[in-house]
Nanobody, 118 residues
Framework: QVQLVESGGGLVQPGGSLRLSCTTSGDIYSMGWFRQGPGMQRELVATITRDNSTVYGPDVKGRVAISRDNAKNTIYMQMDSLIDEDTAVYYC???????????????WGRGTQVSVSS
């Protein structure tokens, strides 16, 4: 069983930035983030494989950058130019397969709240 530990959520003003981190209990091929806003379905934000192949959701492309430190089993997601619609619970995810959709996810973190508000 892979354990995922998330950090970095919080309250930020519109236009601000935030960095989320997630560390796994062991090496795994693909990691990333999904999010679920109020009254919304859970959606892909960004994912990255061990060899740095990335996938970004259409609503965040250009504002989000995901990176990975394989030696630390950790991923980072830098989010810039945040808007109200980015408010959501952000879930770290992992899988032995490339993550293109929710169906590819094998492991979920507990989630961290990101709130964008003035």
């Amino acid at each position: 069983q892979v354990q995922l530990v998330e950090s970095g959520g919080g309250l930020v003003q519109p236009g601000g930035s935030l960095r989320l981190s997630c560390t796994t209990s062991g090496d795994i091929y693909s990691m990333g983030w999904f999010r679920q806003g109020p009254g919304m379905q859970r959606e892909l934000v960004a994912t990255i494989t061990r060899d740095n192949s990335t996938v970004y959701g259409p609503d965040v492309k250009g504002r989000v950058a995901i990176s990975r430190d394989n030696a630390k089993n950790t991923i980072y997601m830098q989010m810039d130019s945040l808007i109200d619609e980015d408010t959501a619970v952000y879930y770290c995810v992992a899988s032995r397969y490339h993550i293109f959709a929710r169906a590819n996810v094998q492991y979920w973190g507990r989630g961290t709240q990101v709130s964008v508000s003035s």
